[in-house]
């Protein structure tokens, strides 16, 4: 030690020897943690099941836009329904919630999968989405326009209370809008 130089006192020794948290504080701590978890999980419930709606809608649209443009580049109907559980073939249904199969729609029975027949791409639907619509099937013609003389085909796309609807124009434009279909 240096001439002149101030000797620490032992409670200054003291002070600089302890370490962490009291219980007390440690308790307020885990409170405050608490409070704010409880706030964030459900805004981020909200968000996942926001952002699968919006996922899976922009997929469908996806998938009309590719069925549309393989119609018009084979020169052929091509059609989109909802998958069987194998992916090969439609459900008939109006339940899409297992996903949906893009194939060539030339001949035989319409909106089915006949020999011959190829399925061109397939689109599983996210887990926990209901995905309905008043038709069974959308098939597309040669020129890039709906098949069919039908209202407009709609397709809901819900999870909790978020939801959207895609339709389709007679003249084979699909739009999105942030409702559920009427």
């Not at 001439?3 to 302890?18: E, I, N, Y």
């Not at 909802?82 to 001949?107: K, L």
């Not at 989405?129 to 038709?135: D, S």
């Amino acid at each position: 030690m240096r001439c002149g130089a101030r000797q620490p006192t032992v409670r200054a020794m003291k002070k600089s020897l302890q370490h962490g948290f009291t219980v007390v504080e440690l308790m307020v701590a885990v409170t405050v943690l608490g409070i704010l978890t409880s706030l964030a999980v459900p805004a981020f419930i909200n968000v996942t099941n926001t952002n699968k709606v919006t996922a899976s809608s922009n997929e469908l649209l996806t998938a009309l836009s590719y069925t549309r443009s393989e119609a018009v580049k084979r020169a052929n109907p091509v059609a989109i329904c909802p998958a069987n559980s194998a992916f090969t073939g439609c459900t008939a249904s109006t339940d899409w919630s297992t996903g949906w199969i893009v194939f060539t729609d030339e001949g035989g029975t319409i909106g089915v999968v006949d020999g011959g027949e190829a399925v061109l791409q397939t689109w599983p639907a996210q887990s926990g989405l209901t995905v309905t619509t008043n038709a069974n099937f959308v098939r597309f013609l040669r020129d890039g326009s709906r098949d069919g003389t039908a209202p407009d085909p709609t397709i809901s796309l819900s999870k909790s209370t978020y939801a959207r609807c895609v339709t389709v124009t007679k003249p084979g434009r699909s739009k999105v809008t942030k409702v559920l279909c009427p």
